[in-house]
C-alpha cells in the first residue's frame, strides 16, 4: 500500500507553464482527504505558492535536490549543508561566476538580479518565455538577496549551489573543479545548462527516505516521480517509481515505469489511478 507520493515539481507535477492548476490541486487535495502524504520534491527552495502554486494544501515539502526537509506546516525537519570550507573555497574560486546559495532561509546571491537572469539565456525559447511570464507574476520565493558579499553568505547555512555559466571554457574549469572535490559535493542538475551543487551524500531520494522514515513510512510504500538529472538517484532507490514520457532517457533507464506526459497531467492521474485501486474504488480512466 503507497502511503506516500513524492514527486519532482517541473516536467512532472506541474503543468507545461510549470504551475500548479485546478486538475494538479484538486488530485493533491483528494489524496491528501485519504490520510496519504504528497511530497514536492525539488530542485528549487521550496514549491511555489501563491495562486499557482501549493497555497492551501497540507504538504510536506523537500527542496534544493534533497537538501532540506519542511513539514506540512512549513516547520523546518532537517537539512544537509554543504561544507563551508566548499562554499567559501568555490566562491573566492570563481568570482567571475553568479552563484545562488540556497539556505533554509533564502537565496544569496553573489551576483545581481540582471546577472542571476542572464544565465537563463541557453534555455530554449520556450522555457525563457515560460520563465518571463513566471518573473512577470512575481518571484517565486520573496527571499531572493542580491549583491551578497561572501561574508554575508557564510552567515547562513548554505545547502545547495547553483549557478548557469554561459562561457565554454569557464564552464569546463568548474566541472573540472567540481570533479576534483568530488569527495565532498555532488553536481547534479535537472538539465545540462545548470549547476546544482550539494553535500556528496545529498539527494532527492536519501531525503524521501528520511521523511518517509520520520513518518513510519517504508521504502515499499512510497511512490516517487521524476524527470531529469536531479530525478535519477530517487528514481533508482525506489521500487514504486516513474518517470513521465517527456523526461530525459537516463530518467527513465532509472525509473521502473514510464508514465505519459507532464502536459497530460500524468503524474497526478497516476497518483489518483494508484490510490482508487489500492482503496477498491472505481478507477476512472
Not at 70 to 93: M, Q, Y
Request: with cysteine; charged share 25%; net charge negative.
Amino acid at each position: 500500500m503507497i502511503k506516500m507520493f513524492a514527486s519532482d515539481l517541473d516536467g512532472t507535477l506541474l503543468n507545461l507553464l510549470h504551475q500548479t492548476d485546478r486538475v494538479i490541486r484538486e488530485s493533491i487535495q483528494e489524496i491528501l482527504e485519504q490520510g496519504i502524504r504528497v511530497v514536492p520534491a525539488t530542485g528549487r527552495i521550496k514549491a511555489p505558492e501563491g495562486q499557482q502554486g501549493f497555497s492551501g494544501l497540507a504538504v510536506d515539502q523537500i527542496g534544493a535536490n534533497g537538501s532540506i526537509i519542511w513539514d506540512s506546516n512549513g516547520e523546518l525537519l532537517k537539512s544537509f549543508p554543504v561544507d563551508p570550507a566548499f562554499v567559501e573555497d568555490i566562491l573566492k574560486t570563481f568570482p567571475q561566476v553568479c552563484f545562488d546559495c540556497y539556505a533554509p532561509d533564502g537565496i544569496y546571491s553573489t551576483g545581481t538580479l540582471e546577472e542571476h537572469e542572464a544565465g537563463f539565456k541557453r534555455d530554449s525559447i520556450f522555457r525563457q518565455i515560460i520563465m518571463r511570464g513566471m518573473r512577470a507574476k512575481g518571484r517565486e520565493f520573496k527571499r531572493h538577496y542580491f549583491e551578497q558579499s561572501l561574508g554575508d553568505i557564510l552567515e547562513h547555512e548554505v545547502c545547495k549551489v547553483n549557478c548557469r555559466v554561459l562561457d565554454p571554457a569557464l564552464e569546463r574549469e568548474l566541472k573540472a573543479y567540481l570533479a576534483d572535490h568530488a569527495d565532498t559535493v555532488v553536481n547534479a542538475p535537472f538539465n545540462p545548462a545548470l549547476f546544482e551543487i550539494t553535500d556528496r551524500a545529498c539527494n532527492k531520494g536519501a531525503s524521501v527516505a528520511w521523511l518517509g522514515s520520520y513518518y513510519g513510512i517504508d521504502e515499499d510504500e512510497i511512490a516517487v516521480y521524476g524527470d531529469g538529472g536531479n530525478d535519477i538517484e530517487m528514481l533508482r532507490r525506489f521500487r514504486h517509481s516513474y518517470a513521465t514520457a517527456n523526461g530525459m532517457d537516463a530518467a527513465k533507464a532509472a525509473a521502473s515505469e514510464t508514465i505519459g506526459h507532464c502536459a497530460f497531467h500524468a503524474v497526478p492521474k497516476h497518483m489518483l489511478k494508484t490510490l482508487r485501486k489500492q482503496s477498491g474504488s472505481v478507477i476512472i480512466p
